[in-house]
């Protein structure tokens, strides 16, 4: 593997620039990749987990560091186990043949450098399920100029509209601005969503709007950012599934979960500005939240036009 990537690190938009070789950056990523979990997973969009689920690796560490993280274990504490390359394209290959509809790739921006090479290797050899990249949107247009024709469908977050707050939770004021520039870059690779016959997602770019409480995701203004600079039919998955996970609880506007109002405030403005593909998910009845109310795993979605 060449290692000059890791020697000056910028392969995100934190550029610590520091030798990973030696020391950590602020993802607390060394050159080895770590994963924590890889299984079929059926609490994706319904298009990504199919019917035989979605072949999911998740990496350990994370650029973006959110406070809220729901895989905060994963993401801030590291928590997973050091695996070859020779390994994760043997895993490749076992979830196609367990039946995946695709390698999900969860979190994978800082090992970019390493994961190009991989799934080159693996398209050319026998993997011919799509390759889907599944990040927070926090990355670099040159990064992602080199993924090109390499990854299939692109699952990024768009997590803030206000700089303020993406600095706060994410310590990325800079977010609203890099995620935007990262998302023209993957639609201009992929397009949008692209369904088989089946209706399983075969390319294009699906973006993802976890709503926080009290707006402070600002959900409804992106979405009027996104429907002016890809128009309605940029496939969404509206997510009401925040529980106050990880560092929440240090932040008293944050810990607690989403409301019916709120959520409904988001797809109010999703259906006013006419966007035509959506994935939504179910709230409970009441507002009060419990630890098992949608969560990542059980998440319900459902394909709208119809709203839920
Ligand atoms: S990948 Fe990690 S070390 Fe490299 S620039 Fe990003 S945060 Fe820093």
Redesign the pocket.
């Known amino acids: 593997m060449n290692l000059s990537e890791f020697h000056s ?10 030798d ?1 070789t030696r020391a ?6 060394g050159t080895e990749l770590c994963i924590n979990l890889a299984q079929l997973h059926f609490g994706e969009e319904p298009p990504i987990s199919g019917t035989r689920g979605s072949g999911t690796i998740f990496f350990s ?1 994370c ?1 973006l560091r959110c406070v809220f993280c729901q895989n905060y274990k994963i993401s801030l504490q590291g928590q997973g186990r050091s695996i070859s390359t020779n390994e994760l394209l043997s895993l490749f290959y076992t979830l196609q043949q367990q039946g995946a509809h695709n390698i999900n790739l969860v979190t994978p ?2 090992y970019s450098m390493i994961l190009r090479e991989i799934i080159a290797q693996a398209k050319a050899d026998r993997l011919t399920i799509p390759v889907l990249w599944n990040s927070s949107g926090y990355e670099k247009v040159s990064s992602l100029q080199q993924m090109k024709g390499l990854i299939d469908i692109y699952l990024p977050d768009f997590k803030y509209y206000h700089p303020v707050y993406a600095k706060k939770y994410s310590g990325a004021g800079d977010y609203p601005v890099v995620a935007l520039n990262a998302l023209r870059e993957m639609v201009s690779q992929c397009g949008f969503l692209q369904l088989d016959a089946e209706g399983i997602a075969q390319k294009g770019v699906l973006v993802r709007l976890l709503v926080l409480p009290h707006a402070l995701a600002g959900t409804q203004n992106s979405l009027r950012l996104l429907a002016d600079e890809f128009g309605p039919d940029l496939p969404l998955s509206l997510m009401a599934q925040y529980y106050p996970a990880g560092r929440a609880k240090e932040y008293p506007e944050l810990n607690r979960g989403i409301t019916t109002a709120e959520y409904q405030a988001v797809l109010d403005v999703a259906q006013a500005l006419g966007f035509t593909h959506i994935y939504t998910q179910e709230l409970s009845s009441d507002d009060s939240w419990t630890p098992d109310f949608v969560t990542y795993e059980s998440q319900s979605i459902a394909q709208t036009g119809e709203f839920k």
Do not use: F, L, S
Not at 9 to 18: N, T
Not at 24 to 29: D, E, L, N, T, V
């Open positions: 690190c910028a392969i995100c938009p934190r550029e610590c620039r520091i990973r950590k950056g602020y993802c607390q990523a560490h650029n921006t800082h």
